[in-house]
């Protein structure tokens, strides 16, 4: 069983936007850091956003600064990736992960023990 299920990915013009949503199954993530990757053909997964097992820390990519935004839902079970001003470059698949303590590591995939399946995001020109 996978433990986290992500959704919300499609397709979508340059400038528009998506929300992305991971949802736990069959167990709670509510003390775990939860973060966003993606990976597009041929590169490697890069790290996109973290929030703490509170929600009250969060961390962003450089390159999504500004545009996208981590949340956790009420029960804590949730993680939502809003992104906005979508750009070509942020086509990838995008991927959820939890980890039960990132440090200063939470830009590095291996910190993570549980992750979805990944959901596809394509921005068109």
């Known amino acids: 069983q996978v433990p986290l299920v992500e959704s919300g990915g499609g397709l979508v013009q340059a400038g528009g936007s998506l929300r992305l949503s991971c949802a736990a199954s069959?167990?709670?993530?509510?003390?775990?850091?939860m973060g966003w990757f993606r990976q597009a053909p041929g590169k490697e997964r890069e790290f996109v956003a973290v929030?703490?097992?509170?929600?009250?820390?969060?961390n962003y990519a450089d390159s999504v600064k500004g545009r996208f935004t981590i949340s956790r839902g009420y029960a804590n079970n949730t993680v939502y990736l809003q992104m906005n001003s979508l750009k070509p470059d942020d086509t990838a698949v995008y991927y959820c992960a939890a980890a039960a303590y990132t440090g200063s590591w939470y830009t590095n995939p291996r910190t993570y023990k549980y992750w979805g399946q990944g959901t596809q995001v394509t921005v068109s020109s």
């Open positions: 069959g167990r709670t993530f509510s003390g775990y850091a």
């Open positions: 929030v703490s097992w509170s929600g009250g820390n969060t």
